[in-house]
């Protein structure tokens, strides 16, 4: 079965730096793209970025354009987040999730992230 499982949450202070993981098990992880998502508290989820299966694109939402950058390393089947200059609209859960025609078919239990002084 497909599991995604997120870590590397946690508290930082604002302009900190924090690098996610997502390790992937259950399927042929090399052939999909994947995201990022996070869903900040009161809110619905916000996509932040996604790569494509061969690791050679990527994309960003604007909130975190030149912040943010998204890797995956296929020989580990890990997704990477990381995450510089943080920000306390930053604060969110983040959640990893596998593409199934241009959305999501499963994501993992998520990971916090709080942007604090």
């Known amino acids: 079965q497909v599991q995604l499982v997120e870590s590397g949450g946690g508290l930082v202070q604002p302009g900190g730096s924090l690098r996610l993981s997502c390790a992937a098990s259950?399927?042929?992880?090399?052939?999909?793209?994947m995201y990022w998502v996070r869903q900040a508290p009161g809110k619905g989820l916000e996509w932040v970025s996604v790569i494509n299966s061969g690791g050679g694109s990527t994309y960003y939402a604007d909130s975190v354009k030149g912040r943010f950058t998204i890797s995956r390393d296929n020989a580990k089947n890990t997704l990477y987040l990381q995450m510089n200059s943080l920000k306390s609209e930053d604060t969110a859960v983040y959640y990893c999730a596998k593409d199934y025609e241009s959305g999501y078919d499963y994501w993992g239990q998520g990971t916090q992230v709080t942007v604090s002084s």
């Open positions: 259950g399927f042929t992880f090399s052939s999909y793209w």
